[in-house]
């Protein structure tokens, strides 16, 4: 079997992959035991990342196009919709300009994908509305390095993991959203005892729970607890001033900020002790190695770059920077966010860490690229990009491989933007996304592990990308699309010549060498690499300029910055609060955050059954002090709203947040829920200099909502065919969601609630959808009365599909049994009964803790009750012993064994 | 005195079960004649089915031959057809010219079958289903050909074709309806049924009329349809219903309408004249099944007895088609209509198929098919017409997943096996039960307890004896009214045992048993404690309190709560404590843990969650007295501050509530007993919904009795005004013991006065100086007797024993 090396395609650690195949479709994923980053490993959603490898429904497999909004899309060849792109944006280019179009683009998409479509917007275009979904994302983390260090490159690499002596974690879950980096970190304190772990977050996550010291602070309030911990240095005499005279400017701005940050005014602020504090800030002082990892708590934020610059400042003051084991570390949410970074693709930046509005920058890359002239005018950030969408200041988006109508903050905004558009263009790999719902043209991109290039990964390394089967159907690179399309618009607007000397390109090969030498000089000067480099010498660490023999591990060890003056600059941060905070009434804050098995909207990872096991269903946790205050009963269903829009969940009680937040996974969308999705709530408020909207803080209000009348609809069989066909469904009901279940058999699962029962009409409809019309292999129940219709297929003998409607009991075991074939004369009898506990024999497992051993928390809670500790679970159930994704939860279960815990 | 005389016309099942019930009710009543057109004694008609079908003999259906008649004294006329009544004369008389004249006339002609009016239809080989006759006439024209044909597809015509497609005929079933058993069945059910009865190789031609039958050589050959087609036929079985045989009725005259016209007593116009069974319109319904013409035969039976107080009210029926491997079950209005609401459950792979039909929460029509465990279960619902609002959702799952899910799906009763055990307490087995009820005839469930003790201990297993009983009765089961006697062990009511021990100075239960004649050995969990109570109370020192005569609570001097652990509430009188207690308290919470400490409604402190071992310890650490809380006894006496401190207090009420309290304390009663003693009358301490209210006003006290704080709020009633304190003693002491002497066991005070009047109690307590002293005095002599119950249980000895843990 031909086995290929690649990089996973989910966060930013960048894993190298080892994938199988049979040279059509994937039948494996490995850790590559060579790659730096990973070492071998995976975490559960890398491990299963050749289940969500397909060719069927769940792939756009064809361009699809539509002449008008009224019409649905139909297929098309690449011509007829590409052609249609190009005249149609060439049409608005030369009625309006070239800022009237725009485009938006992916974090996940590689290296040389980015470079071509930066090239496409401002070269040919000749505008600097191209953007990137990294803006909800880094774009923080890049003006706060900017603005201190002088460049946007994250000093430390993993190395400093080992080294370091204290680790500070602010902002960042990394048990869940970057599992194989904690498990480093768990290693370096298994073999350092003494290495001390602080983790800010406002909740007490995984991650939280596994640390030294955990400061939870109130949501918001990063840049008071590292003023205060910079007071504190300063008044312990913690600070390096040597490094700081040798190296640094404008420390007596902010020494004067920080005098007033005394560890009794923090601790107001932040709701933390002084104690904790001054404990932190010792640790940090003392401990001779910190490195920092911080993510999106910090730059989702509308002081996102404060957040970052005041971190860095940390760093600066007590000089742990360019040294093993101390500095900040950036964690990137995305694949290759960083890559995007380097190419600037990104309205605020240029190639090779350029900047745009500088005009030597601008004319360094025309000259790269052979045009006169770059354009000047400030392009639009993604938040500005769909509010000019919705203005009708651009007309135009073409939309690559990323999904704003899920992802976007203040989504009804998006979506009227989307809706207000002249043209839509969608260039994405899965068919079901929320944005494909909205494109005029749909054009059909391939994805992993289907194309090559390079991603650059939260450590500057930059690995090479291998296809390691053809793409399915029609599906090209994203380059491709992009250089393809370049042609023909080029062609439209009567500038041809130019597009073909712009976009000579046949490989990817060519791309990078075009995007090497725009390094050249620069700080990530990569000059020194091409892809036979990394191929013999495997994935090398940026700066690699021409004659260097090897990558560069850590940056500014000789204490020379990226500045003009080569000084790194301490940033004046006074601390503000969040955009929006709680009030009378809206009186909660709600948080967002991450699930372990699922990234992201979910285009991929929601493919997998066996990743909903650990998390079956999006619910807002809540303190339960905050429940009991409001009369709200764990699993009922609540209203919550903000000022933007509303949604219907269950409700979950979880003493690891506060009173007065709620907590609410990020990843759930209208595809899977009632609603415009998780991000109807959130603030588009924006950082004024990162221009990242503050996707974590938003102000809420939360009611029971009265909906007693409860359906679940269950289907076996491809699950992925009936989820397209239920979509509709989900507007029909105040509460519904869409969600898989099973680990080797996968049953749909549709749940839903309202006021009252829906008419018949409704209801057998959905039973065509589901396939379970028919009526000679089907079991019934029905009182109308009450509402109740419950029926159940079996095919086959074995139960492949059930409606329960008005009394769903028995939905949780009729589920767990489907998963499992269940036959239907072992449970004839009961099946359709109100019986909440399942028939003797046929017991409910409960979540999947162990995702890759399948071993579910009711038999890990059975184990411990019996006295076991981690070490003979992971003897007795092997759970743990795989990725180690669920180590810090089962360590959880263990210590509040018998007590309510809802940490997903 | 010489007999009257009874005569009945018709020897079958409601005629002759009238009979029966007679003969039960009034044995020496009547001279009984009876006539019978048919040459067989009385057997029974709706078996005829599985006779035909090969599956019993006519002997097995026989049930009464004539000997019975000839132990009974009655004189039987078989073969004799009665075709005339002389109303004025009153008397009979037969074809054959015998006659018979009579006091009290039974008409139970029954019905004939309805032959339809077709060319054709005398023809050879025509018949009806009715009688041994026709059975012996199908069995014959099986042996000799090979088509049969059925008119209707109602159940009498699918029994037919059923049996003569047994015997090896060819068997096709003309049916005018849209479907098959329309009245009995809706069409979903009804095609299920079709399609399992093709299976066995009958053919059916539905929404079919018969123009004429065709005969050859005198004897039937074939049908001729209305639609043209032809269809051999060697043999046509009308089954196309009923009609009541009316007509010696209306030729004496008798008011008749499609039957017989009855009243709800059977009464026909001429009120010597009784009508039951088939032959009957009762409100305007004929009825065809048996159910409902046996409970006619009770209550005509009841009325001949001259008893009269039954009345026949109209019967829901229900359904069941004797067709072996077909489980077929109906009952009520299944079709629905409007106001009704339907419940529908189908299994088509499993071939099951359900309908229960709802009317106002209530179950008024079932339709089973496939699986009809349940149809009894249904049927006494639908009888009862209970609320099924509460178990709707479980309804359809059957009897067993109400409250007990995860049971196979079997009515329980009717899925048990003889040698299963019902009563756990009594030891007693279905089989036990069944054979009672069959053998002595038991129709109620207390004749069930009183034969076989089942039911006659704890009662959890009421239900199931009670679905036994109507799973073995079939219809002639209906629920007795309570009795008035103490319980099923004895006729005597509570005053009447009372007396006896008074009267005959007895000491112990098995004494006033024997000398009572309880009817069981060792009496039940209801007359045992009302016995144990009347004895200590009436003879208190002498009699000997029997501690397994009483409830766990008393038993264990604490509160049994539904963990099974104790409560522990010590008295605290008069709702006054102090430091020193409240430490003890303390200190005994934290040394057995006590998960729960509460204040209770009657000024006092409840310790939960006490294991019973744990119980005498509990009572030594605490070193307080019995607060009762567990027992028919004096429980608390409730204070207001009074007016030692109160601003408005008149009279020192604290100090009376402990006085009162201290004196009644340890006095056992009826029923639990609260008092309250407010200070002036804004009553603080709610006196006037207590058992002894007393409200202090300026010039003394006033007492009111019989309030109640319960379940239904009763105000106490204003007894006596007193001056002072000893005289509230006196007065609501004298109350009491009026109360304990004289109420029945588990009558609060309430009830007793509700019963006897306060009237009553005012001319024993108040105008009767001596009386009063005398029952103050029995009070205080009765009290003095006891011990705190605690303080001997914290001490090693047998009242100790009970606490103990047996180890083995």
């Known amino acids: 079997m031909p086995e290929v090396k690649s990089i996973c395609c989910y966060c930013g650690t960048g894993c190298g992959v080892i994938v199988t195949s049979d040279g059509v479709s994937v039948t494996g994923v490995r850790g590559d035991p060579d790659h730096h980053a990973n070492r071998g490993r995976l975490c559960t959603k890398g491990a299963n990342l050749h289940l969500t490898v397909r060719s069927d429904a769940t792939r756009v497999l064809q361009p699809e196009l539509r002449l008008n909004r009224s019409q649905a899309r139909h297929g098309s060849t690449w011509d007829q919709a590409l052609n249609m792109a190009a005249e149609r944006f060439a049409r608005v280019i030369r009625d309006h300009g070239p800022d009237s179009v725009a485009f938006y683009v992916s974090g996940q998409l590689l290296t040389e994908d980015y470079y071509v479509f930066n090239k496409l917007a401002r070269g040919l275009v000749g505008t600097n509305n191209i953007d990137s979904n990294s803006r909800l994302c880094m774009s923080s983390a890049v003006v706060g390095y900017k603005t201190t260090l002088g460049s946007d490159a994250p000093p430390a690499c993993y190395g400093d993991i080992e080294q370091a002596k204290c680790i500070f974690i602010a902002g960042a879950n990394p048990a869940f959203a970057h599992p194989i980096l904690f498990r480093r970190i768990e290693d370096a304190k298994k073999h350092n005892p003494d290495l001390k772990l602080i983790v800010v977050d406002p909740r007490r996550t995984d991650t939280a729970a596994s640390a030294d010291l955990h400061l939870a602070i109130l949501p918001g309030t990063d840049v008071a607890l590292f003023n205060g911990m910079l007071h504190v240095l300063l008044w312990e005499g913690l600070a390096d001033f040597a490094f700081i005279h040798a190296h640094t400017e404008g420390f007596d701005a902010l020494k004067a900020t920080v005098r007033e940050y005394t560890p009794k005014m923090v601790a107001q602020l932040c709701g933390v002790t002084e104690a904790q504090i001054i404990q932190a800030a010792q640790w940090f002082g003392q401990s001779g190695a910190t490195l920092s990892l911080y993510c999106q708590g910090l730059n989702q934020s509308t002081h996102g770059t404060d957040n970052n610059a005041a971190l860095i400042n940390l760093h600066l003051a007590s000089g742990q920077i360019g040294k093993a084991g101390a500095g900040p570390l950036s964690l990137t949410g995305q694949p290759n966010a960083m890559g995007g970074r380097e190419v600037g693709a990104m309205a605020t930046l240029l190639p090779g860490h350029r900047d745009p509005m500088n005009a030597g920058h601008r004319a360094e890359v025309a000259q790269l690229w052979g045009v006169p002239t770059l354009p000047e005018r400030p392009g639009k950030t993604a938040v500005e990009m769909f509010e000019a969408l919705r203005s009708g200041e651009i007309k135009a988006i073409w939309i690559a491989c990323t999904n704003p109508a899920q992802s976007l903050p203040h989504q009804q905004l998006v979506r009227e933007a989307l809706e207000q558009a002249e043209l839509v263009v969608v260039q994405e790999a899965f068919a079901g996304t929320e944005t494909a719902a909205y494109a005029d043209i749909l054009l059909p991109a391939a994805t992993w592990p289907e194309k090559e290039g390079t991603m650059t990964n939260s450590e500057r390394r930059i690995s090479r990308v291998n296809a390691a089967v053809p793409p399915p159907g029609a599906a090209r690179a994203d380059w491709e699309i992009a250089a393809d399309f370049a042609h023909r618009l080029g062609a439209a607007l009567g500038k041809g010549d130019l597009a073909k000397q712009l976009f000579p390109y046949k490989q990817a090969q060519q791309i990078f060498d075009d995007h090497r030498a725009s390094t050249r000089d620069r700080d990530l000067d990569i000059t020194g690499l091409s892809y036979a480099v990394l191929e013999t010498q495997g994935p090398q660490q940026w700066p690699y300029p021409e004659g260097a023999q090897t990558g560069t591990a850590r940056l500014y060890g000789d204490g020379v910055f990226p500045s003009g003056n080569q000084r790194a600059r301490f940033s004046d941060t006074p601390y503000r609060p969040a955009a929006e905070l709680a009030d009378a009434r809206y009186p909660l804050t709600l948080l967002t955050g991450r699930l372990r098995d699922q990234w992201h909207g979910m285009s991929r990872s929601g493919l997998v059954a066996r990743l909903w096991s650990h998390v079956d269903a999006p619910r807002l946790e809540m303190h339960p002090l905050d429940l009991e205050r409001r009369g709200l009963k764990e699993g009922g269903l609540v209203r919550v709203k903000s000022r933007r829009g509303e949604l219907v969940l269950p409700i979950q009680s979880c003493a690891e947040l506060r009173p007065g937040q709620a907590f609410l996974p990020m990843h759930w969308g209208s595809r899977f829920l009632s609603g415009q999705g998780v991000n109807s709530l959130t603030n588009n408020a924006c950082d004024p200099q990162s221009h990242q909207p503050e996707l974590k803080h938003a102000a809420v209000q939360v009611e029971a909502a009265h909906l007693p009348w409860q359906m679940v609809a269950l289907r076996s069989g491809s699950a992925a065919k009936f989820m397209d066909k239920l979509q509709p469904v989900l507007g029909r009901f105040p509460y519904a969601m869409l969600g898989l279940a099973g680990r080797d058999a996968e049953v749909l699962v549709l749940r839903a609630a309202a006021e009252h029962a829906p008419d018949t009409a409704a209801l057998s409809e959905l039973e065509q959808w589901l396939g379970l019309d028919d009526d000679c292999h089907a079991l019934t129940y029905r009182d109308a009365r009450r509402g109740i219709a419950k029926r159940l297929l079996a095919e086959e003998g074995a139960i492949t599909g059930a409606l329960l409607t008005g009394d769903t009991a028995a939905a949780e075991w009729l589920m767990d049994g489907m998963a499992r074939g269940l036959a239907l004369d072992e449970v004839r009898n009961w099946a359709l009964a109100p019986l909440s506990a399942p028939p003797s024999g046929q017991a409910s497992r409960g979540k999947v803790v162990c995702n890759c051993l399948n071993v579910s928390a009711n038999e890990i809670e059975l184990e411990i009750t019996a006295g076991a500790d981690l070490a003979s679970l992971q003897e007795q159930l092997k759970c743990g012993t795989e990725c180690g994704s669920c180590v810090p939860e089962l360590k959880r279960m263990i210590e509040f064994s018998g007590a309510e815990s809802c940490k997903n | ?808």
Not at chain 2, 195 to 216: C, H, N, P
Not at chain 2, 346 to 352: A, E, H, I, N, T
Not at chain 2, 546 to 571: C, L, M, W
Not at chain 2, 663 to 688: D, I, Q, T
């Open chain 2, 1 to 808: 005195m010489q007999k009257l005389k009874l005569v009945m016309v018709g020897n079958g099942m409601a005629g002759v079960r009238t009979l029966e019930e007679v003969l039960k009710l009034a044995p020496d009543l009547y001279e009984i004649t009876v006539f019978g057109a048919e040459p067989y004694a009385n057997y029974n008609r709706i078996m005829l089915s599985p006779v035909l079908a090969g599956e019993q003999t006519i002997q097995d259906i026989m049930l009464n031959d004539v000997d019975w008649y000839a132990e009974h004294g009655i004189q039987l006329h078989l073969n004799k057809k009665v075709v005339k009544i002389d109303r004025k004369a009153r008397v009979v008389f037969a074809e054959d010219g015998t006659e018979a004249s009579y006091d009290r006339l039974i008409l139970a002609t029954g019905s004939n079958p309805f032959i339809l009016p077709l060319p054709g239809n005398d023809l050879a080989g025509v018949i009806g289903f009715r009688d041994i006759h026709d059975v012996d006439a199908m069995v014959a024209a099986s042996q000799n050909h090979k088509h049969a044909v059925v008119i209707g597809g109602g159940l009498l015509g699918l029994e037919a074709a059923n049996g003569l497609k047994l015997r090896g005929m060819d068997v096709t079933v003309v049916h005018i309806g849209e479907w098959l058993l329309e009245r009995q069945l809706d069409k979903t059910a009804a095609d299920l049924l079709q399609k399992s009865l093709e299976d066995k190789g009958l053919k059916f031609l539905l929404q079919k009329q018969t123009e004429q039958i065709i005969g050859k050589d005198g004897r039937v050959a074939a049908l001729c349809l209305k639609d043209g087609h032809e269809i051999p036929a060697d043999l046509v079985v009308m089954a196309v219903g009923i009609r009541p045989n009316s007509a010696l009725a209306e030729s004496a005259g008798i008011h008749c309408n499609r039957g017989i016209v009855v009243n709800d007593t059977m009464q026909t116009y001429d009120p010597r004249i009784y009508a039951v069974g088939e032959c009957v319109n009762h409100r305007g319904i004929a009825y065809g099944l048996v159910a409902p013409l046996f409970e006619m035969a009770k209550v005509c039976a009841n009325h001949l007895a001259e008893m009269g107080i039954g009345r026949y009210v109209g019967s829901v029926t229900s359904t069941k088609l004797k067709v072996t491997g077909i489980d077929l079950f109906s009952a009520g209005n299944f079709s629905g209509g409007e106001n009704t609401e339907d419940i529908v459950f189908s299994d088509p792979m499993g071939g099951v198929y359900k309908k229960l039909v709802l009317q106002d929460n209530k179950l008024v029509g079932a339709c089973l098919y496939g699986d009809t465990v349940d149809g009894a279960w249904y049927f006494q619902l639908l009888r009862e017409g209970r609320d099924v609002e509460g178990i709707r959702d479980q309804l359809m799952f059957g009897q067993s997943r109400v409250g007990d899910v995860g049971h196979q799906g079997h009515n329980k009763a009717a899925a048990m096996t003889d040698e299963m055990e019902v009563c756990g307490c009594n030891g007693v087995c279905k089989g036990d039960i069944v054979k009672a009820i069959k053998l002595n005839g038991l129709f109620t469930l207390d004749d069930v307890k009183k034969h076989t003790k089942a039911a006659s201990s704890c009662g959890s297993c009421t239900g199931l004896v009670e679905q036994i009983l109507a799973s073995t009765l079939g219809g002639d089961y209906s629920p007795a009214p309570a009795a008035k006697s103490m319980c099923g062990c004895t006729d005597h009511t509570h005053e009447e045992a009372r007396a006896v021990i008074r009267e005959q100075k007895l000491l112990s239960i098995p004494d006033v048993m024997q000398f009572m004649q309880w009817r069981t050995p060792n009496g039940c969990a209801s007359c045992r404690p009302a016995l144990n109570y009347y004895l200590i109370s009436t003879w208190p020192r002498e009699a000997k309190d029997d501690p397994q005569s009483r409830f766990i609570n008393e038993r264990a001097h604490a509160n049994i709560q539904k963990d099974g652990t104790y409560s522990v509430v010590p008295r605290m009188w008069g709702g006054l404590t102090n430091a020193a207690d409240l430490r003890r308290i303390a200190d005994v919470a934290d040394k057995y843990a006590v998960p729960m400490i509460r204040v209770t409604g009657g000024q006092r402190i409840d310790l939960f969650g006490i294991k019973k071992e744990d119980l005498p310890g509990v009572w030594a650490d605490l070193d307080m007295p019995s607060g009762h809380a567990y027992g028919k006894a004096l429980r608390t006496v409730k204070t207001c501050v009074g007016s030692e401190f109160c601003r408005f207090g008149t009279q020192n009420s604290t100090q009376m509530g402990i006085d009162l309290e201290k004196a009644f304390y340890k006095m056992w009663a009826p029923h639990k007993v609260k008092l309250a003693v407010s200070g002036c009358p804004r009553n603080c301490a709610e006196a006037a919904i207590k058992d002894v209210g007393v409200i202090g006003v300026d010039s003394g006290w006033e007492i009111y009795v019989g309030g109640n704080g319960g379940i239904k709020t009763e105000v106490a009633e204003f007894l006596v005004k007193v001056k002072s304190a000893e005289d509230v003693l006196e007065y609501s002491g004298a109350f009491l013991q009026l109360y304990r002497e004289e109420a029945r066991y588990l009558d609060r005070t309430v009830h007793w006065l509700q019963r006897v009047g306060l009237d009553y109690v005012k001319k024993k307590v108040l105008e009767d100086e001596a009386g009063r002293k005398a029952l103050y005095a029995r009070l205080m002599f009765a009290i003095q007797s006891e011990n705190d119950p605690w303080k001997e249980r914290t001490v090693a000895g047998e009242a100790r024993r009970e606490f103990e843990a047996l180890t083995v």
